[in-house]
């Protein structure tokens, strides 16, 4: 069993800067993905950007790709979303999620691992 808990979400400005962590309970060595997904109110939970074990491999919904960074420390069991140029539209619960097999599809939801969220708010 592995266990997720994202930190790092908060308030912040439009065009303001948050870091979101994510670190797990066993060795990621053993996950060969991770991803970020995200959930708005009154919405569904939508594919964010998901990494490959060695970060050598990274896939972003269009929303959010060239504001938002996925990386890996896999010393650490922990994996980062960088989220720059926040945008309103950007508030929701954002969850990190695990599974041992590099998905077909980069931005399905089916993973084995989910962690309990954290609220990120972007204010306009």
């Known amino acids: 069993q592995v266990q997720l808990v994202e930190s790092g979400g908060g308030l912040v400005q439009a065009g303001g800067s948050l870091r979101l962590t994510c670190a797990a309970s066993a060795r990621t060595s053993s996950i060969y993905t991770m991803a970020w997904f995200r959930q708005a109110p009154g919405k569904e939970r939508e594919f964010v950007a998901v990494?490959?074990?060695?970060?050598?491999?990274?896939y972003y919904a269009d929303s959010v790709k060239g504001r938002f960074t996925i990386s890996r420390d896999t010393a650490k069991n922990t994996v980062y979303l960088q989220m720059n140029s926040l945008k309103p539209e950007d508030t929701a619960v954002y969850y990190c999620?695990?599974?041992?097999?590099?998905?077909?599809?980069?931005?399905?939801?089916?993973?084995?691992?989910w962690g309990q969220g954290t609220q990120v708010t972007v204010s306009s």
């Open positions: 990494i490959n074990w060695s970060g050598s491999s990274t």
């Open positions: 999620a695990a599974r041992r097999i590099w998905p077909r599809e980069p931005s399905t939801d089916e993973y084995d691992y």
